[in-house]
């Protein structure tokens, strides 16, 4: 997060694989929105919001997971659409605030099943 904050500061344009690779990190999958990320070493999980990198402890991760579950409902949805399209994603016990439409929350519902395919994937492999 230090590198991106740098490269804000200075204007530096940095791209993902150069990021990825500066931070040891794997890119573990990219959506349209978003990309999830893990860093082996220090257990972390990032998600890049576009605007912002938030990073995510595995129990943190898995709560992200049962939280867009429920957003991403076919009755909640509805309900986003007919009321105001927006809804407020908290993340990390409210350290981080999203503000997401429908297309980013089935867009970031999309990314996060899929990172947890990858994992399911990958025990299965090792066992």
């Known amino acids: 997060m230090l590198?991106?904050?740098i490269c804000f500061l200075f204007g530096i344009n940095l791209n993902k694989d150069y990021f990825c690779s500066v931070m040891n990190m794997e890119i573990l999958h990219n959506s349209s929105?978003?990309?999830s990320y893990q860093d082996v070493e220090k257990e972390l999980f990032y998600i890049d919001f576009g605007h912002k990198v938030v990073s995510l402890t595995f129990h943190q991760f898995l709560h992200l997971k049962h939280?867009?579950?429920r957003i991403s409902?076919?009755?909640y949805l509805e309900l986003v659409i007919q009321k105001r399209n927006l809804e407020i994603l908290t993340l990390c016990n409210r350290k981080?605030?999203?503000?997401?439409d429908v297309p980013q929350i089935l867009d970031l519902q999309k990314l996060?099943?899929?990172?947890?395919q990858l994992f399911e994937t990958e025990s299965l492999v090792l066992s």
């Open 3 to 5: 590198t991106k904050f």
């Open 33 to 35: 929105f978003f990309s």
């Open 67 to 69: 939280k867009i579950n």
């Open 73 to 75: 409902s076919p009755r």
């Open 96 to 100: 981080h605030i999203m503000i997401l």
């Open 112 to 116: 996060v099943q899929n990172t947890f």
